[in-house]
């Protein structure tokens, strides 16, 4: 039988049937549409984390004193760990030998910076470290002079700008050499910082950044909680340094030799095995849902296509009667059967990409379209098909030509 006739003879039983037909139709677009909206939004979670992680450099440690990403409550041991301080970084750098450019990072305030009449929204993050501070994250300094170790020894009032406060701060001015205030205090600008980006709407750009001896002068709190970055001095090194790092800080800190390290050591590595398991679980769960609900659809279909043989038994007589072999009428039911799932699929398709992609628009990322997500529906909604077709294609083709014309 024609492609065409086929898709004709489809589409009436289709509309014969609207109710039945619709209701069959939406399980198999609520199918589709949980697996490809799961694996859309989960693609344009990874394409942000990638570039995320491109921009935090891959040669970067960062040590802390709880998990960067927490599953479940914390056990007893993680909420009695000390904190990480000041003293601890600088005793680090003293003794590490592999790793390089140490850093602290501690922030010491979230509040506005003015200069003469202008001010920022009391949101700007006051960044406390050193000079490896920008190279460890990733960032460029346009114009000016990074913080130096000077500035920390000395405990100076000076500052780098980020992208953001430099235009509200400055849209007409020059911003090297002029004094703004933050909490109260005058610092001087010596730097500035190109832009950099944002991350689930929080921008890296809206930042300053002081000497760490400067902050605790300022603010008090020597003895806060803090983390410490290091860089491995290339790539295939970065084991090396982790092992070096680890056994330093587990001597500063007084960890016993039996007892686990009482501090998170972070990479690249270990955030993109923590991020898998988390796309593993809504993969699992978007392809666990769509089976259930495509399964419930393909009996949908198999019912419809049994009542089609019904409603159609006189029609299939007469092709017997004509020549039509059992082959022949197998072919036409099991294409109408996957006709019908490739419309759901494509409607569960269409609008699974488009509300993947809404993550892309609240994340501020680039949409993505899962290609192999494209064509596993493709032949996923041809393979429901023939599935639930078979039965109802094997039954219209055993039918008794002499009783099917007798049929009413």
């Known amino acids: 039988m024609h492609i065409f006739e086929t898709v004709n003879q489809a589409t009436d039983s289709l509309k014969s049937n609207k109710t039945r037909s619709l209701l069959t139709l939406l399980a198999l677009v609520i199918g589709v549409f949980s697996v490809i909206v799961s694996t859309t939004a989960v693609a344009v979670l990874d394409n942000f984390f990638t570039n995320t ?26 909420r009695n760990r000390k904190d990480i301080q000041f003293d ?24 506005k910076v003015s200069y003469g009449d202008l001010e920022t929204d009391p949101d700007v993050r006051v960044r406390g470290s050193n000079s490896e501070y920008l190279e460890n994250n990733a960032f460029t300094l346009g114009e000016g002079r990074n913080i ?14 980020g992208k953001d406060v430099q235009l509200e701060l400055f849209p007409n001015e020059y911003p090297l050499g002029k004094t703004v205030r933050i909490d109260g205090n005058p610092y001087q600008v010596v730097g500035l910082l190109d832009k950099k980006g944002q991350i689930f709407g929080n921008s890296f750009d809206n930042i300053v950044l002081i000497p760490y001896t400067t902050g605790i002068n300022n603010y008090g709190g020597g003895n806060r909680g803090i983390g410490i970055q290091l860089r491995a001095p290339e790539i295939s090194k970065i084991e090396e340094t982790i092992e070096e790092v680890t056994g330093i800080m587990r001597v500063i800190r007084g960890v016993n030799p039996i007892d686990e390290n009482d501090f998170e050591i972070i990479t690249n590595d270990s955030l993109t095995g923590t991020f898998d398991v988390f796309t593993g679980i809504l993969y699992f769960a978007g392809f666990g849902i ?24 006189r029609e299939i007589g007469i092709r017997k009667s004509v020549g039509a072999t059992r082959k022949a009428i197998v072919n036409q039911f099991l294409m109408e059967a996957v006709f019908v799932c490739q419309i759901g ?16 628009v609240l994340i501020d990322t680039e949409p993505v379209i899962p290609l192999w997500s494209v064509f596993g529906s493709f032949f996923g909604m041809t393979i429901i098909g023939l599935l639930f077709g078979v039965y109802p294609a094997f039954k219209a083709a055993k039918l008794d030509p002499i009783e099917s014309l007798r049929y009413e």
């Open 148 to 161: 130096t170790p000077e500035d920390v020894q000395y405990k100076r009032n000076v500052v780098v700008l």
């Open 53 to 78: 992680m491109s921009i935090l450099g891959s040669d970067v440690i960062t040590l802390q004193k709880n998990p960067a990403v927490q599953m479940g409550p914390r056990d007893a041991s993680q």
């Open 345 to 360: 699929g494509l409607i569960g398709l269409i609008f699974g990409v488009a509300a993947g992609n809404y993550v892309a």
């Open 290 to 313: 769509g089976f259930i609900t495509l399964f419930g659809a393909g009996i949908g279909v198999m019912n419809i296509m049994l009542v089609s043989v019904t409603e159609r038994t």
């Open 88 to 111: 601890d970084s600088e005793e680090l750098e003293e003794r590490v030998n592999i790793a390089v450019g140490t850093s602290p990072i501690t922030s010491f305030s979230f509040t």
